[in-house]
């Protein structure tokens, strides 16, 4: 046995030596190479010339080439795994799992709160390691239970802050008497059952009302159905404690004094966020989490058909507690109603939970386990975990229709995490219904009631759900094919923040290599370790050369858990923050490290369970503290606080002006904004709208009707553009442009040029045409555009330089991948070369439709090139992206038909330079005699490089 346990650890250590060889391989040999792209889609990874794909493709060869290893391992030992699981102790999983987490929070971020529980861990160890559940459950019990007892007593007026750190030394102290008693065991179910009925006070939190602003106190009322809903989950988890406390029992195996109610309320109180009536500085984020119920369901559009998601149907569902539990929808009480949506979710994960894992081991994930505020992530661990409940598997009738209807809602709810869930329950699914019909169950089903009570109304349903579906993919396909390889920002070449492993400060070549490898070989270990538990589960042995799985009903189950990280990172590995560590990936993660945890914590091999347990608990300590780690950071503000403090750049507001904000405080910008868009633009109010005012705010606070996805800004490239006209087209909206028109090219040069809308400069928006100016009319009086600022919803004037940075250099890098979408048509042009300027002139006029993009290649064997950082010493070129020129400007200038100049500004860099002329202000609907082309360096004028290869180009019409 020893030896399969070493064999087994020492391959994973193997595993991840190697993984961080080829990631750092991978960066120094392909960090510098131009992204291939496909589209014209500028995001902030064009902005800074990233290449996002061969971080794709690193994870990609990591997760294929480290499980086939893993594969051949289990298949070169030919050993049948018939025996029974050996699972690690109660104790020993505890202690494996403290000393991971504790030492992960504290070497990789320097927190140090839960250092309080290895005093106690190492009295335990000493006294009787039997005890170690029970005392680390009594801790973590007794921290939470003085947090109830403090927001219990900031209701009865309380004023003072309270500290984590007495806390944590105050549930130390109290945790350790029992250890005074003959009996500790029942001394700690004593103790712990009596802090379950203190700890769900937790949630009173929820009722803080006071606010300090200008050192003046104002109470605001909490909304009444709130109220309710936090005082009847306070009194069923009250009612559950006292039942535990009234508990007669004088013996237990294990230790199980612990409440539903307490697990709930830990998880609550460590992702318990916002600031009450404080409202968000941010008039677009929160909104988008809410407005779908709004446009849907109070305003009447139609899915995909008027108003299109964005990404899915998920501000349906906060949406509606928003509107129900937050007085009709305030916005006063978004922090709030989000607070509480999160709390339903957390209720329904528990309640599921608890049929897969003692409590002690619910508890211990209590405490480790963080829930994003992100709620595109919250579905995803809910329905993992109903779809493993051992009682709902043995029936084939009611899984196969819990797996129908959720792989639907939660393609409907986010696509990108609903797709990953539902293919990788999939084979599972289809063995289970092959099942079910051979083995006659069906059959003999067909005949009874319950069969068509549950089976009628699930189809019927689905029906329902078939329009909205169809929609979801169809649009999900159009922005897929735009988003490949165009999202987020690259981690090669950034920079390790200086919250990440602070102790490494002074060997930043080796931060740099834990913050490249943690990146990519944590999702890489879970699918690793998932094919182990696949190999182990399925009982893969070798039989007369042939493999056999003894146990496909094992297999396929575990197989969803090796299919479902790798379907969901192909996405979110396109969308990594430069900032943080996991970034879209932490929700799928998070839901691998503990349906891993509850479902196979003892029923693998030791080998495995101690991986498992490793894994997990470091990986969910990271994943917290990449977050703010509970009760140790801006969270214990709010927690630990008898009040919440108003910045002074806030002001009262009242429902009385704007309804839809509410009472409460408002960032003193945001709000002028506010009051100054609803004036402005309540005259469209009855009309459909497209980006007019702007950001999702405006529309929710107004009450307009948003057609397309609402935002143009999102419209980039071919397919996104050509959905967002067609949905213009067909609700007659009224248009209004976003300033940075180059981004959204294909879309606003049909706007500006088709004839299909008028421009009406007293409110700054684009009109359908109604046949009553001829196409030259509608082109003159196009020329007057003006765009709408999507932070302020103010009319604006188009730009005299628009600044494109790095994107004409990034688009330029990839021409040869570009070539497709362009016609060269015939101009006629003279080129004269000075000592610092380029002057291409038009004999005969050059109309700004005929040419909407510049090709430039300038020479480049004069070019110096520099690192993003230098940080890392020496070695800085293997892990730095390169620049050339990053200070040097072209500026490309051209006079309008009215005789004003504008011009387009880009960095050099590399000398390829793929210019969008379109998206300069007045270039479309006006004739241009000359360009001039100068070249500087912080303002002082240079000479260009000789241009080796000038090109116009004509973009495909949309």
């Known amino acids: 046995m020893k030896t399969k346990l070493n064999s087994q650890i020492i391959l994973f250590a193997v595993l991840l030596i190697l993984g961080e060889a080829l990631t750092l391989i991978f960066c120094a040999c392909f960090i510098n190479v131009p992204q291939k792209f496909t589209d014209l889609v500028p995001t902030a990874m064009y902005t800074f010339t990233y290449n996002i794909t061969i971080e794709k493709n690193l994870l990609s060869i990591l997760l294929f080439s480290g499980s086939i290893i893993i594969l051949i391992y289990y298949i070169l030992k030919k050993k049948s795994s018939n025996h029974a699981p050996q699972p690690l102790s109660s104790e020993m999983l505890f202690l494996v799992m403290i000393i991971a987490g504790v030492a992960t929070s504290f070497i990789a971020y320097r927190h140090n709160r839960q250092l309080m529980i290895l005093p106690l861990l190492f009295l335990l160890f000493i006294i009787d390691r039997k005890l170690i559940p029970s005392g680390v459950c009594s801790f973590i019990l007794a921290s939470y239970a003085l947090i109830g007892l403090?927001?219990?007593?900031?209701?009865?007026?309380?004023?003072?802050?309270?500290?984590?750190?007495?806390?944590?030394?105050?549930?130390?102290?109290?945790?350790?008497?029992?250890?005074?008693?003959?009996?500790?065991?029942?001394?700690?179910?004593?103790?712990?059952?009596?802090?379950?009925?203190?700890?769900?006070?937790?949630?009173?939190?929820?009722?803080?009302?006071?606010?300090?602003?200008?050192?003046?106190?104002?109470?605001?009322?909490?909304?009444?159905?709130?109220?309710?809903?936090?005082?009847?989950?306070?009194?069923?988890?009250?009612?559950?404690?006292?039942?535990?406390?009234?508990?007669k029992k004088s013996s237990f195996l294990d230790f199980e004094g612990i409440t539903l109610g307490s697990c709930i309320s830990i998880i609550n109180c460590n992702r318990f966020d916002g600031t009450g009536v404080i409202m968000p500085a941010d008039i677009h984020h929160p909104f988008e989490n809410i407005i779908g119920f709004q446009q849907i369901f109070e305003l009447g559009q139609k899915s995909f058909l008027e108003y299109t998601p964005i990404s899915g149907e998920y501000s349906l569902v906060q949406g509606f507690v928003h509107f129900l539990w937050g007085d009709g929808g305030k916005f006063s009480n978004y922090h709030a109603t989000r607070n509480l949506f999160f709390l339903f979710i957390i209720v329904i994960l528990i309640l599921l939970l608890k049929n897969i894992?003692?409590?002690?081991?619910?508890?211990?994930?209590?405490?480790?386990?963080?829930?994003?505020?992100?709620?595109?992530?919250?579905?995803?661990?809910?329905?993992?975990?109903?779809?493993?409940?051992?009682?709902?598997?043995?029936?084939h009738r009611l899984w196969l229709i819990a797996y129908s209807l959720t792989s639907v809602l939660h393609a409907l709810y986010y696509p990108a995490f609903g797709v990953a869930i539902a293919f990788a329950f999939l084979p599972f699914a289809i063995w289970l219904l092959i099942d079910y019909v051979k083995s006659g169950i069906f059959k003999a089903e067909l005949k009874t009631?319950?069969?068509?009570?549950?089976?009628?109304?699930?189809?019927?349903?689905?029906?329902?759900?078939?329009?909205?579906?169809?929609?979801?993919?169809?649009?999900?396909?159009?922005?897929?094919?735009?988003?490949?390889?165009?999202?987020?920002?690259?981690?090669?070449?950034?920079?390790?923040?200086?919250?990440?492993?602070p102790l490494l400060n002074s060997l930043p070549i080796l931060k740099l290599c834990l913050w490249h490898g943690l990146t990519f070989l944590l999702p890489a270990a879970f699918v690793w370790l998932s094919v182990m538990l696949l190999m182990e589960q399925g009982n893969v042995t070798?039989?007369?050369?042939?493999?056999?799985?003894?146990?496909?009903?094992?297999?396929?189950?575990?197989?969803?858990?090796?299919?479902?990280?790798?379907?969901?990172?192909?996405?979110?590995?396109?969308?990594?923050?430069?900032?943080?560590?996991?970034?879209?990936?932490?929700?799928?993660?998070?839901?691998?490290?503990?349906?891993?945890?509850?479902?196979?914590?003892?029923?693998?091999?030791?080998?495995?369970?101690?991986?498992?347990?490793?894994?997990?608990?470091?990986?969910?300590?990271?994943?917290?503290?990449?977050?703010?780690?509970?009760?140790?950071?801006?969270?214990?503000?709010?927690?630990?606080?008898?009040?919440?403090?108003?910045?002074?750049?806030?002001?009262?507001?009242?429902?009385?002006?704007?309804?839809?904000?509410?009472?409460?405080?408002?960032?003193?910008?945001?709000?002028e904004n506010i009051v100054t868009a609803s004036k402005q633009y309540q005259p469209l109010i009855n009309n459909n709208l497209m980006n007019v005012p702007g950001q999702y705010g405006y529309f929710y606070l107004m009450g307009a009707s948003g057609t397309g996805t609402i935002e143009l800004t999102e419209a980039k490239g071919y397919e996104r553009a050509k959905e967002a006209y067609d949905a213009a087209q067909k609700t007659n909206s009224v248009i209004a442009l976003p300033s940075?028109?180059?981004?959204?090219?294909?879309?606003?040069?049909?706007?500006?040029?088709?004839?299909?809308?008028?421009?009406?400069?007293?409110?700054?928006?684009?009109?359908?045409?109604?046949?009553?100016?001829?196409n030259a009319e509608i082109k003159n009086q196009n020329k007057q555009y003006h765009f709408i600022d999507g932070a302020t919803a103010k009319i604006i004037d188009p730009p005299k330089e628009t600044d494109l940075n790095a994107l004409s250099a990034a688009w330029g890098a990839s021409f040869d991948s570009l070539k497709g979408l362009f016609e060269q048509p015939s101009i006629e042009y003279q080129l004269t070369q000075n000592d610092h300027s380029v002057n291409i002139t038009f004999p005969e006029g050059l109309e700004g439709e005929t040419a909407d993009f510049l090709y430039l290649e300038f020479d480049d064997s004069s070019f110096t090139e520099l690192l993003t950082s230098t940080e890392a010493g020496a070695l800085s070129k293997y892990f730095f992206r390169a620049i050339k020129n990053p200070n040097q400007l072209v500026h490309l200038s051209y006079v309008d038909d009215d005789g004003e100049e504008y011009s387009i500004s880009c960095q050099l860099l590399g000398g390829k330079l793929l210019i969008p002329l379109g998206g300069g202000t007045h270039w479309l609907l006006h004739c241009h005699a000359s360009i001039s082309l100068q070249l500087t360096d912080a303002d002082t004028n240079l000479a260009l490089p000789k241009i080796e290869k000038l090109e116009f180009l004509q973009l495909r019409d949309l």
């Open 542 to 671: 070798i039989k007369n050369k042939r493999l056999i799985v003894n146990n496909w009903k094992e297999f396929l189950l575990q197989l969803s858990f090796v299919i479902a990280p790798i379907i969901s990172f192909t996405f979110s590995t396109l969308t990594k923050h430069s900032k943080s560590i996991f970034s879209r990936s932490l929700g799928m993660l998070i839901a691998e490290a503990i349906v891993l945890l509850v479902y196979y914590c003892k029923k693998a091999s030791k080998a495995t369970i101690l991986l498992t347990c490793i894994l997990c608990a470091s990986a969910l300590c990271l994943y917290t503290a990449d977050n703010t780690e509970p009760i140790d950071s801006s969270r214990a503000t709010i927690t630990l606080s008898p009040c919440y403090y108003v910045p002074d750049t806030f002001t009262r507001v009242d429902d009385q002006e704007i309804q839809l904000l509410g009472k409460g405080f408002c960032d003193s910008a945001m709000y």
């Open 449 to 501: 009631w319950p069969f068509y009570v549950s089976v009628i109304p699930c189809a019927i349903l689905l029906c329902i759900m078939l329009r909205p579906v169809l929609g979801t993919a169809l649009h999900t396909l159009v922005y897929s094919k735009a988003s490949t390889v165009s999202e987020g920002l690259a981690r090669f070449g950034s920079s390790p923040p200086t919250w990440f492993f």
């Open 740 to 774: 940075r028109s180059y981004e959204i090219y294909y879309f606003y040069k049909k706007v500006l040029t088709s004839g299909d809308y008028v421009y009406q400069s007293e409110n700054g928006t684009f009109f359908p045409a109604d046949g009553t100016l001829t």
């Open 357 to 395: 894992t003692e409590r002690s081991f619910l508890l211990l994930i209590s405490l480790f386990f963080y829930m994003p505020s992100y709620n595109r992530y919250a579905l995803i661990l809910p329905i993992m975990v109903l779809l493993i409940q051992p009682k709902l598997r043995q029936n």
């Open 150 to 247: 403090y927001r219990l007593a900031v209701i009865l007026g309380f004023p003072m802050q309270l500290s984590n750190s007495y806390v944590s030394v105050a549930a130390l102290i109290l945790s350790a008497i029992p250890l005074c008693f003959k009996d500790k065991k029942l001394a700690y179910y004593r103790f712990s059952a009596i802090c379950n009925f203190f700890t769900p006070l937790t949630l009173l939190v929820f009722l803080q009302n006071k606010y300090i602003w200008k050192n003046e106190l104002y109470v605001y009322s909490v909304p009444m159905p709130l109220l309710l809903t936090i005082l009847l989950f306070l009194l069923i988890f009250e009612i559950e404690a006292i039942k535990l406390i009234r508990n």
